[in-house]
């Protein structure tokens, strides 16, 4: 069974950091693209950040290039997102997201429960 | 960049309704265009990849058309569990722009 587990989300305060993980089993990690999606209390889904299977590519939102950063460490089945210069805005839902690559169909066919990230003061 | 429409924001409508869902991309995306749903503290779920493709698991009522600019999702007939947003998402370019969503409540 696919399995992806975020966790690392919790209160910060403006201008701080926070890095969140992704912990995937049940398939070969390796083998796919992924996505952070967020969302806004109360607002639709927004496409953060994705990475290639071999992190080689990497592609940002416009409101996160600079801030955000996605890595992924294959030994570990782990997606991670490092997020820098943490704004309110940034006050959302993190979900990890498995695109489906292997097949070329796309689209995120597996979804994490989402972690919280809150940047108040 | 590609920018995401989709219309209604709302729709109410009952069981047993048949319910479509437009989205248009701002540029062609040919067929490189997903289907979610999203009901509240839930995760999304993958309804159709590729404009018209159900992915597996996925009840039959549910089905896509288009490519190029302009997308529908189909409901054949509205069920109790179908009420929440669903989303259209694109894949042409490696920047996976959501739509902003479409609400469907009961009527």
């Known amino acids: 069974e696919v399995q992806l587990v975020e966790s690392g989300g919790g209160l910060v305060q403006p201008g701080g950091s926070l890095r969140l993980s992704c912990a995937a089993s049940g398939f070969t990690f390796s083998s796919y693209w992924m996505s952070w999606v967020r969302q806004a209390p109360g607002k639709g889904l927004e496409w953060v950040a994705n990475?290639?299977?071999?992190?080689?590519?990497?592609y940002y939102v416009d409101s996160v290039k600079g801030r955000f950063t996605i890595s992924r460490d294959n030994a570990k089945n782990s997606l991670y997102l490092q997020m820098n210069s943490l704004r309110a805005e940034d006050t959302a839902v993190y979900y990890c997201?498995?695109?489906?690559?292997?097949?070329?169909?796309?689209?995120?066919?597996?979804w994490g429960q989402g972690t919280l990230v809150t940047v108040s003061s | 960049d590609i920018q995401m429409t989709q219309s209604p924001s709302t729709l109410s409508a009952s069981v047993g309704d048949r319910v479509t869902i437009t989205c248009r991309a701002s540029?062609?995306?040919?067929?490189?265009l997903a289907w979610y749903q999203q009901k509240p503290g839930k995760a999304p779920k993958l309804l159709i990849y590729k404009a018209s493709n159900l992915e597996s698991g996925v009840p039959s009522r549910f089905s896509g058309s288009g490519s190029g600019t302009e997308f529908t999702l189909t409901i054949s007939s509205l069920q109790p569990d179908d009420f929440a947003t669903y989303y259209c998402q694109q894949y042409n370019n490696y920047f996976f722009t959501f739509g902003p969503g479409t609400k469907v409540d009961i009527k």
């Open positions: 990475i290639k299977q071999d992190g080689s590519d990497k």
């Open positions: 997201a498995r695109e489906d690559s292997l097949t070329a169909n796309w689209g995120a066919d597996n």
């Open positions: 540029q062609s995306i040919s067929s490189w």
